[in-house]
Structures are given as C-alpha cells and as structure tokens.
C-alpha cells in the first residue's frame, strides 16, 4: 500500500496581483506593439508577447511553478511541439513581403 501525499501550496494574493499587473503592462505593450509596423516581425512580435503571457497564467495561475520537475518538463515539450507546429504555418509569410 503506497501512500499519497500532496503538497499543498499557497499563493498570496500580492503574488497573484503582481502577477495580475503583469499581465496588465504585457496587454498595454500588445496595444502598443499593434501601432507600429514591424514588416514581416509582426507576427513574431506579436506571439512573442503572448506566449509570455501565457507562460506566467500557465505558471502561477495554472501552478505549473508548483509541480513535479517531470510534469514541468512532460508540458513544456507539449507547447514546444505546439510552437513548431504554428510555426510551420508561418513559413511563407517570409515570401509575402
């Protein structure tokens, strides 16, 4: 018989607020970023900022911070396929401009 023990985590508020201000500051650099044109970046730019974005909901508001190195590593690889996959579509954009 194996037993299970769970760690349990508490996130303050303070770090669920600055984390929450980040997100805020990171959506006002997204509108920021829209007023500019980067040519063919603009794409690259613009999921740039929001894989950040996801990365800190993944990370503390999905407490993925908290978990075991393994399942770290296990969703990591999964959004790195997933990068590439999404990549693989923008290809020819390159040739577009």
Request: aromatic share 16%; no cysteine; proline share 1%.
């Amino acid at each position: 018989m194996t037993e299970h023990h769970e760690e349990h985590h508490t996130v303050t508020y303070k770090l669920n607020t600055i984390i929450w201000g980040l997100l805020l500051v990171l959506t006002a650099v997204t509108v920021a970023a829209a007023q500019f044109d980067f040519g063919f970046l603009n794409v690259v730019v613009a999921l740039s900022i929001a894989t950040v974005k996801a990365g800190l909901v993944i990370l503390f508001f999905m407490h993925l911070k908290y978990e075991k190195p393994l399942f770290k590593i296990i969703v990591f690889i999964t959004f790195l396929l997933l990068a590439i996959a999404i990549g693989f579509t923008f290809f020819d954009i390159g040739y577009r401009y």
